[in-house]
């Protein structure tokens, strides 16, 4: 870039009808709309959307099999709690690319930013659909009610913040997109402090989740009660994020192939093949602290009924079986076991993270709590939702291809003939 | 330095930082007793006449006691009524047993509440303001007695718990069920009175009761107080809540998000350093000049 470039403002001042029109030529749809996935998708977000409806005006009974005794259900428990798990991608990546300068995953850095910022967006935002009384949501935000003592409070605001530094991490894709030059410099600087504020916020409000279970001591089964539930969580959100991304990476990698580069298969070989390495010592930390756990509180007596089966399948099944498939496909460049490896771990966060939130809390109560269909329906419309938002931008914003392929010019040249 | 001399370090520098102490209601001398209530499970005669006091004090469910045959069956407070009686069948006998908030000295719920609407008063009823809460119901998921209640059937619902009469104790009253009750099974008063009662009877007529006051230690101590003939378990309570005031299982994670905050930054700030300049060539991404 050089000095005769005109400001941004005036730039974007006089070409404001013209950005308005682009915007709206953007939102025209890319490729079929007869998809697998779109016939799947629409029906079950239709119906969504008409359950939230029903939610909004007649209570939470309605649409959730919430009670008195399970007031958190799968919308926290998986949504919120396991949604954020797996969302943990964003703060190791741009740990491990600007932090330590990591180069060679330079390439997925843009998508799983965007990935993380979007399932923050959605999935915490979920959050919404479950409070009883959403119009206070403002209470703990603007300050005239500050709840300082309380876990949830952290987290909450740690969430917004948050979502704010990875906005501002991929702000230059949407910059580039839109062909604001200067303002992508300026945003492209942002990137260090935004990282370094990130990575701390999600030590703080990964772990936090894990504290918000800390005073349900009484209510959760003690094979998964702990604690030190708060470093679990932050130790597990590495491995449960790093899994992700490979699986996300590879999806896309199929899905969005005619953005790529000839040689961008070899090349996601060997980040993936980075990241098992990564995923292994992870999972073996988390391993290693659940088995110290496990032997100092003397559980051995809490195994031989049905929930130490159950722990058992986790911790074995969903833990160590993935912690020894990723040691070895990382060692054997095996991309294929690899991702076996990644979908089993996912699997075990799922299983730990409903163990603690919905399946062994208040195990020893007679009211179970199974969810209602409606309450998977508006789950699957979230996660549905933000992929559809995903590919949308993928289509649009320079995140997967490379710089220069498409992108800019083509902005110019359809500003320049729009005007 | 050890574990707690570092912990509570952490704490001083997060106190100071969030300009919020977390404020321990510790047991400093000089402070008022809180507000109690005394429960004497061997005087009950399970009339419920205080269900029907509470109902009509704080415009709730006014149970038809002749009728309902609600003893029949155990029951829990719920979301229309926020005291309940129930009968416990023990090796003494039929013994009844009321059933409300506890009025916790270091309240699970208040600590949960991420807008303060659930807040200990000075005077120690635990109240709830819906003008705060958000309804996230963390404060159900916190309490160690499963108290707090939420409409679940009202687009605009409300947590429902019992507040002490709190438009009653705040200006010298009494509570409803404290004046409806005909037998003095249960008594208001401070808690360091209350407890002076209790172990008086328990003095007078050791054969009577067990040798234990429930609510002097769970969960760090409660304002309702129990006394009881036979065993607690055998009537309902709870007896592995431990003594710990529960928002100390958070204090520690508390106490180092401060510390976090501050420390985790400059590290950062100085691997990035330590591993040289990327060799991210920022122009090169710009295009269509
Ligand atoms: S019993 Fe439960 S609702 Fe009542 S003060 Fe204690 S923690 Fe709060
Ligand atoms: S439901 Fe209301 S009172 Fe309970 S913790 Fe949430 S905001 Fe506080």
């Known amino acids: ?419 | 330095m050890d574990r707690r001399d570092f912990l509570k370090l952490s704490g001083a520098v997060g106190a100071t930082l969030m300009g919020a102490e977390a404020k321990a209601a510790q047991s400093d001398p000089d402070a008022p007793e809180f507000l109690g209530v005394l429960v004497d499970t061997t005087r009950c005669i399970g009339c419920r006449s205080c269900e029907v006091a509470c109902g009509t004090e704080n415009s709730m469910l006014v149970p038809d006691v002749a009728n309902d045959g609600a003893l029949d069956n155990l029951r829990t407070t719920d979301e229309k009524q926020w005291t309940v009686v129930n009968k416990f069948d023990t090796s003494k006998g039929d013994v009844f047993v009321k059933r409300q908030c506890m009025h916790c000295w270091q309240p699970a719920c208040t600590a949960a509440c991420l807008t303060n609407a659930m807040a200990k008063t000075e005077l120690g009823p635990v109240t709830w303001d819906g003008d705060k809460c958000m309804g996230c119901r963390f404060c159900m998921l916190s309490c160690p007695f499963d108290v707090p209640k939420f409409e679940y059937d009202s687009w605009n619902p409300k947590i429902q718990k019992c507040s002490l009469c709190h438009q009653r104790t705040s200006v010298g009253g009494t509570p409803a069920c404290v004046e409806a009750c005909p037998t003095d099974a249960i008594m208001f008063g401070n808690k360091r009175d209350l407890m002076e009662i209790a172990r008086t009877r328990i003095y007078n007529h050791p054969d009577d009761y067990v040798h234990k006051i429930y609510g002097e230690y769970e969960a760090g101590g409660t304002g309702w107080l129990y006394l009881s003939a036979v065993p607690f378990e055998e009537i309902g309570f709870r007896t592995d809540l431990g003594t710990t005031p529960y928002p100390e299982f958070t204090k520690d994670f508390l106490y180092s998000v401060p510390l976090v905050l501050l420390g985790a930054p400059a590290l950062l700030a100085g691997l990035s350093q330590m591993s040289g300049s990327s060799d991210e060539d920022d122009e090169s991404e710009v295009h269509g000049e």
């Open chain 1, 1 to 419: 870039m050089n000095n005769s470039d005109t400001s941004p403002m005036n730039k974007t001042g006089n070409k404001l009808p013209g950005l308005f029109s682009f915007l709206l030529s953007q939102l025209k749809p890319r490729g079929s709309m007869f998809t697998v996935f779109n016939m799947i998708s629409i029906p079950v977000m239709l119906a969504g959307v008409v359950i939230l409806y029903i939610r909004f005006t007649q209570g939470l009974g309605a649409t959730t099999n919430l009670s008195q005794a399970n007031p958190w259900g799968i919308w926290i428990g998986f949504d919120v709690v396991t949604g954020v798990a797996f969302a943990g991608g964003a703060y190791i990546v741009t740990f491990a690319v600007y932090i330590m300068k990591m180069d060679k995953f330079h390439p997925i850095v843009r998508a799983t930013v965007l990935n993380g910022f979007l399932a923050y967006m959605f999935y915490a935002g979920a959050l919404v659909f479950d409070l009883g009384r959403p119009w206070n949501v403002i209470n703990p935000i603007i300050g005239n009610s500050f709840g300082y003592n309380s876990v949830l409070f952290l987290v909450a605001w740690h969430f917004m913040l948050y979502m704010l530094a990875e906005l501002i991490e991929f702000s230059p894709a949407i910059m580039e997109w839109l062909g604001w030059k200067r303002a992508r410099r300026i945003a492209k600087g942002l990137t260090l402090a935004a990282v370094i504020f990130g990575v701390s916020l999600s030590t703080l409000h990964q772990s936090g989740l894990g504290a918000l279970f800390l005073m349900a001591k009484p209510k959760i089964h003690p094979l998964w009660y702990s604690e030190f539930l708060p470093v679990l969580f932050l130790v597990s959100s590495v491995f449960s994020g790093i899994s992700m991304v490979i699986l996300e990476s590879s999806i896309s990698h199929k899905v969005f192939k005619m953005q790529l580069g000839p040689d961008s298969h070899r090349k996601l070989d060997e980040i993936i093949i980075g990241l098992a390495r990564g995923a292994a010592l992870a999972l073996f930390v988390y391993y290693f602290f659940k088995a110290l756990i496990f032997v100092h509180d003397g559980q051995w007596a809490l195994i031989n009924d049905g929930w130490g089966l159950w722990y058992l399948l986790e911790i074995i099944g969903f833990v160590l079986v993935p912690m020894v498939l990723y040691a070895y496909g990382a060692r054997h460049r095996a991309v294929g076991i690899i991702k076996i490896a990644a979908g089993m771990s996912l699997v075990g966060i799922l299983l730990n993270r409903l163990n603690i939130s919905v399946i062994a809390f208040n195990w020893n109560v007679a009211d179970v709590y199974v969810p209602h269909w409606a309450e998977i329906v508006v789950t699957l419309t979230v996660v549905f939702a933000e992929i559809w938002l995903f590919r949308f931008i993928v289509h649009r914003m320079p995140v997967l291809r490379e710089p220069g392929k498409i992108g800019s010019p083509n902005r110019e040249r359809e500003l320049r003939s729009l005007n």
